[in-house]
């Protein structure tokens, strides 16, 4: 089992930045991904940026040039670092980590953390 704990969530006016983190714990030793999602009132829930055991990463089109995800393996964290924040980047933000074992794909969530991005 991984155990995911957010942190960094908000209100920020346009323009702003705020910095979101993720702590692992548990058998995180397995895993192979970590990722941001969000989940907006009345949308699905979308990817925002993942990064890899190896660092690759990648990033939903709408937040290109202004998020930057990041790990510190030596505390177990994942950080969003997010500026130039707009009110459509309003949502709950959820911490993911994904596990593959034996062939199989394991994902773990956080309880979620609100940004509210105000104009």
């Known amino acids: 089992q991984v155990q995911l704990v957010e942190s960094g969530g908000g209100l920020v006016q346009a323009g702003g930045s705020l910095r979101l983190s993720c702590a692992a714990s548990g058998r995180i030793f397995t895993i192979n991904t970590m990722g941001w999602y969000r989940q907006a009132p009345g949308k699905q829930r979308e990817l925002v940026a993942e990064i890899t055991s190896g660092g690759s990463t990648n990033y939903a089109d709408s937040v290109k040039g202004r998020f930057t995800i990041s790990q510190d393996n030596a505390k177990n964290t994942v950080y969003l670092q997010m500026n130039s924040l707009k009110p459509e980047d309003t949502a709950v933000y959820y911490c993911?980590?994904?596990?593959?074992?034996?062939?199989?794909?394991?994902?773990?969530w956080g309880q979620g953390t609100q940004v509210t991005v105000s104009s």
């Open positions: 993911n980590a994904a596990r593959k074992v034996a062939g199989l794909t394991y994902f773990y």
